[in-house]
């Protein structure tokens, strides 16, 4: 006999509770959006709060109802009432839903960071599998200055997250490397790039920490790396020229815009008079006028192209 899946949906939901089926965990989880910010456009936030009014006046005893409604007053903002949905939800379900988990994004969306801390301090004790709360308490603790608990918290979430987010994996680092921990941030961003692929935010992160940390060959590595993917190598030849004026190798940087002048000079007509390819135009152009003239041997060596991978 085959299962006939449906997607779900709030009167799905609702019929799971009348058939005396009890509402999972993971389906509250999922309700909680990922993010910090409002769940819905603000046409798509009216129209369903509006929906969920409406249904919750015909159902005033269907604690889905109020669970959704909850979580969308703490997105917005809104979290009196958002708690006030659900202490709701408690009454008439205790114990099956994630209400602590909702409280605590509602609280952490409105600045109150102690009462979200509170709320996801009880969820974690009854459900430490939940990879969402270890990462809003993590921020909370994060906005109270309690940096070693905040950057655990980060490390659990991480871990525990089934399927990485890229800016969970930049957030994650952010907060490593604002406590020190370089070369942690490093390695996390390293993994993420490694299983999510060569996203720009977060190869962008890496090369700032490699250059921080004055490993300029990897910077230099992975700039190298993009570069050959790129459907466009000419922002990573100017990031290439950047990072080298950044560690005072000007005579290396000098000619790193010179082959990307070079490069652009080489281009058909159609692409040379592009809005971006004159812009790059522009950003060599000023670079080559304020660096230091090229040395004699550096002269020689900017005419060998093969020489500027080295």
């Given at each position: 006999?085959?299962?006939?899946?449906?997607?779900?949906?709030?009167?799905?939901?609702?019929?799971?509770?009348?058939?005396?089926?009890?509402?999972?965990?993971?389906?509250?989880?999922?309700?909680v959006p990922l993010s910090a910010g409002p769940a819905f456009g603000h046409g798509g936030y009216h129209e369903r709060m509006a929906y969920l009014t409406a249904e919750v006046e015909k159902n005033p005893g269907d604690p889905?109802?109020?669970?959704?409604?909850?979580?969308?007053?703490?997105?917005?903002?809104?979290?009196?009432?958002?708690?006030?949905?659900?202490?709701?939800?408690?009454?008439?379900?205790?114990?099956?839903?994630?209400?602590?988990?909702?409280?605590?994004?509602?609280?952490?969306?409105?600045?109150?960071?102690?009462?979200?801390?509170?709320?996801?301090?009880?969820?974690?004790?009854?459900?430490?599998?939940?990879?969402?709360?270890?990462?809003?308490?993590?921020?909370?603790?994060?906005?109270?200055?309690?940096?070693?608990?905040?950057?655990?918290?980060?490390?659990?979430?991480?871990?525990?997250?089934?399927?990485?987010?890229?800016?969970?994996?930049?957030e994650v680092a952010d907060a490593l490397a604002a406590q020190g921990h370089r070369e942690e941030a490093a390695q996390v961003l390293a993994k993420g790039i490694d299983k999510l692929g060569k996203i720009p935010s977060l190869v962008l992160r890496a090369l700032d920490l490699e250059i921080a940390m004055k490993n300029l060959d990897a910077a230099l590595r992975r700039i190298e790396e993009v570069r050959r993917d790129a459907p466009r190598p000419e922002p990573w030849m100017a990031r290439r020229a950047m990072v080298l004026a950044q560690v005072d190798r000007i005579d290396e940087s000098r000619a790193a815009w010179q082959a990307l002048a070079n490069h652009l000079n080489s281009l058909p007509e159609r692409e040379r008079v592009s809005a971006s390819m004159i812009n790059f135009a522009e950003q060599t152009r000023q670079a080559l006028a304020s660096l230091k003239p090229l040395s004699a041997a550096q002269q020689v060596s900017s005419s060998n192209p093969a020489s500027l991978g080295k």
């Open positions: 006999m085959r299962t006939k899946i449906v997607p779900f949906t709030a009167a799905a939901g609702l019929t799971w509770l009348r058939s005396g089926r009890r509402v999972l965990l993971v389906l509250g989880a999922l309700l889905l109802l109020y669970f959704e409604l909850g979580n969308l007053h703490g997105e917005h903002g809104d979290w009196e009432l958002a708690l006030q949905d659900l202490e709701r939800v408690d009454a008439l379900a205790p114990g099956k839903f994630v209400t602590d988990l909702a409280r605590g994004n509602a609280c952490l969306v409105a600045g109150k960071f102690t009462q979200a801390k509170e709320a996801l301090d009880r969820q974690l004790v009854s459900h430490p599998e939940i990879a969402r709360a270890w990462l809003l308490r993590a921020r909370a603790e994060r906005q109270l200055g309690q940096d070693e608990a905040s950057l655990a918290d980060f490390r659990e979430a991480l871990k525990r997250t089934p399927s990485l987010d890229p800016d969970i994996v930049q």
